[in-house]
């Protein structure tokens, strides 16, 4: 036994000293002192020796594996060391490979920037699935049965839950605002909270649509709330992200889920709001919905509207992004193009 230990450490010596890679490195230290490897074979059968050789043969099996140990973590120094060496002459003076840094999207950092404005007003921040259902997407929102917003031209409607309703009824979330009532269902009212998120629509491309993209929306619940305290809200967002103040106006505009309900416009900043293909040549571009939580939603969301009221606004996230750059396509920033993306960082 103690001959066969021998062979086993000098073929075992040879073999690292001759390892050329460290991955070939650790095949070997595998095969010599793994479950499978011969030593191991030789200590299962320990049992089987008198109480004087099972002694030595233990003792000399340890002495080969700290052996082993001992020579395969020289070798790895070798093949580093070997690994540093670089052939042929070397030019101090010429510079080194830059290595390229990452940056934050522009449209991720906008959404930061609007975290942490609405944070220092006293909103959280509350996160939903992408996948939502027909009760959370329009019942809960006041959408009527025939809403054209349910047909599958505008909304992703996935696969197999076509023939179902309700929560059973999934989609690609085609808005932002079905989180509100979850939300409110989850921790009643009163509310302050804003919800980022990328949502889906089934409509053509151009410069200011797309089919994936990114909103922005924050809710207001409370007892007594004035309409004034929304509109404040919108300008002092748009004075934080954008550092000075910005020019807005407030359409009427008609949403299922709030009454009322208003378009809420910046001017073009592509422009300066003289006009361009952005703004359609008005020197304003839509940039939210907004009003008053209605209170049928209010009652989605198992809310009194006798007692509570609130108020929505939904920033279109990307547009603000086109804005802040004076871009003049939102395709770009979905398109993975780096020579557009570097320029952000």
């Not at 003076?93 to 991720?108: D, Q």
């Not at 959404?111 to 997407?137: P, R, T, W």
């Amino acid at each position: 036994m103690l001959n066969k230990l021998q062979e086993i450490r000098t073929a075992g010596m040879a073999r690292i000293s001759e390892a050329p890679t460290l991955d070939v490195l650790q095949d070997i230290r595998r095969e010599l002192t793994g479950k499978k490897s011969e030593l191991a074979e030789v200590l299962k059968g320990l049992g089987k020796l008198d109480a004087d050789m099972r002694k030595q043969v233990g003792m000399a099996a340890n002495e080969i594996k700290n052996a082993f140990a001992d020579k395969i973590q020289e070798r790895e120094n070798e093949i580093v060391a070997d690994a540093s060496v670089i052939d042929g002459p070397v030019d101090l003076t010429l510079p080194g490979t830059p290595v390229s840094g990452g940056a934050l999207h522009p449209i991720t950092q906008m959404c930061y920037d609007l975290n942490d404005a609405f944070l220092s007003l006293g909103f959280e921040v509350y996160n939903e699935d992408d996948i939502s259902s027909e009760q959370f997407a329009f019942d809960n929102l006041n959408f009527p049965a025939d809403h054209p917003a349910r047909q599958s031209m505008d909304t992703y409607w996935l696969e197999g839950t076509e023939d179902k309703a309700g929560t059973e009824r999934l989609c690609l979330r085609p808005h932002l605002t079905g989180g509100s009532v979850r939300k409110l269902l989850k921790d009643g009212a009163p509310a302050r909270f804003i919800y980022p998120g990328r949502v889906y629509r089934n409509e053509n491309t151009d410069a200011r649509h797309e089919r994936a993209f990114f909103q922005y929306e924050a809710l207001i619940v409370d007892r007594d709330l004035s309409f004034s305290s929304g509109k404040v809200m919108i300008q002092a967002i748009l004075e934080k992200v954008f550092g000075r103040k910005i020019n807005v106006r407030m359409r009427e505009g008609f949403f299922p889920f709030t009454e009322p309900g208003y378009e809420i416009d910046m001017e073009c900043l592509v422009c300066g709001g003289k006009g361009c293909r952005v703004c359609n040549q008005v020197g304003w571009i839509e940039v939210m919905p907004g009003g008053v939580i209605h209170p049928n939603v209010l009652r989605s969301a198992n809310l009194d509207p006798a007692e509570w009221t609130g108020f929505y606004t939904n920033i279109g996230l990307d547009r603000l992004v086109m804005m802040r750059y004076g871009v003049d396509d939102v395709r770009l920033f979905h398109s993975a193009d780096l020579r557009f993306l570097k320029q952000f960082k």
